[in-house]
């Protein structure tokens, strides 16, 4: 071992490589690019390892196809598994998907079971609850990546409405990552100022507000149609980098993320987006925010669907009844 941290990426597809990166640039750590695919990942890691010297990095990066190679890794950041094509709906994906989620899970079970681990193959909420069950970690050691995103959206189309700096949106997106996600208008503030009220400020309509929530909502398959091919990455990427930096430096910063929520929300068992603290302990606190009646019913509407996912997991893989 060395004393760096040792960043490992199971899947290095579009994610994975833009991961790969992101976290050389900062160095983060060492990167071990893990995949099925063979020789995929040892390009991606030669390929990558070239930027060093152009970009001042020293982060090793290496490609495998070999579990043992994840050993000791402090972060595990899961993008395993086949994305959505147009027309494809993130539920579409769950047989599959499934399958990999549990060869990843006994991967990390086998070889870095103290690790951090951050999901994001899709639907995200049930398989970052099924990777939780496979691997057998505990529940704050398993987080799953899509409010960042969502609320980087929300945020995006927000400035773009407004004509203000992105860094001055503070979006806020609650429940499960799909199109029944809940971006909650009450809590999302333009430097403080809440944005029904900036809205008002700046004559913008109250039905213009609610299309840039819509657009948020589907804010994949906007995307999805727009490749043709694949579905987003660069921001996906970014969104994990930044779950990933809270956890390796203990920075407390609270991020709406899929985590285990038992008892808050009225919860029991479930992951599903919410407001984390993440820090060293992992995701080291839920916390339970005042909503209005309508966005309770929003967010109840979508833990029914991450709900109906589970059961459907179950009938798919006796294990994890
Ligand atoms: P892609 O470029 O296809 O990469 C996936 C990689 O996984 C490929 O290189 C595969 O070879 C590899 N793979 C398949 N099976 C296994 C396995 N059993 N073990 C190890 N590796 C395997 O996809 P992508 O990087 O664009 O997307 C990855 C996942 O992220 C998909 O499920 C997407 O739906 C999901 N995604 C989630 C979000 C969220 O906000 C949650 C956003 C965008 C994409």
């Not at 809940?182 to 029904?196: F, R």
């Not at 009225?266 to 916390?287: F, H, S």
Request: glycine fraction near 12%; charge should be negative.
């Amino acid at each position: 071992a060395t004393g760096r941290k040792k960043i490992a990426l199971i899947g290095s597809g579009m994610i994975g490589g833009t991961l790969a990166h992101l976290a050389a640039k900062k160095e983060m750590g060492d990167i071990v690019l893990f995949d099925i695919a063979e020789g995929m990942p040892q390009g991606k890691a030669l390929d990558l390892s070239q930027c060093g010297p152009i970009e001042g990095f020293d982060a090793k990066i290496t490609g495998s196809n070999d579990y043992a190679d994840i050993a000791g890794a402090d972060v595990v950041i899961v993008t395993a598994g086949v994305p959505r094509k147009p027309g494809m709906s993130r539920d579409d994906l769950l047989g599959i998907n499934l399958k990999v989620m549990k060869a990843v899970g006994e991967g990390i079970k086998n070889n870095c079971p103290d690790a951090f681990v951050i999901c994001i193959t899709n639907p995200l909420d049930a398989m970052v609850w099924a990777l939780r069950e496979f691997s057998g970690l505990p529940h704050n050691m398993v987080v799953g990546m899509a409010g960042v995103l969502d609320s980087a959206r929300f945020a995006t189309f927000l400035a773009w409405e407004f004509g203000v700096s992105t860094r001055d949106v503070n979006a806020f997106v609650l429940g499960g990552h799909g199109d029944t996600m809940v971006p909650v208008k009450s809590y999302t503030t333009i430097n403080g100022i809440p944005v029904d009220d900036y809205a008002k400020i700046k004559g913008v309509s109250e039905d213009r507000i609610d299309e840039i929530v819509d657009r948020t909502r589907k804010g994949g398959g906007e995307i999805v149609g727009l490749l043709g091919n694949g579905s987003a990455y660069y921001a996906p990427a970014t969104s994990a980098i930044a779950m990933a930096e809270a956890y390796l430096g203990d920075q407390k910063r609270i991020l709406p993320c899929a985590s285990y929520v038992e008892g808050k929300y009225g919860l029991d068992g479930l992951y599903v987006g919410v407001p984390t603290v993440i820090g060293a302990g992992g995701t080291e606190e839920v916390i339970e925010i005042e909503l209005s009646d309508e966005e309770k019913s929003n967010l109840k509407v979508s833990t029914d669907a991450v709900e109906e996912l589970l059961e459907a997991c179950k009938g798919l893989d006796s294990s994890l009844v």
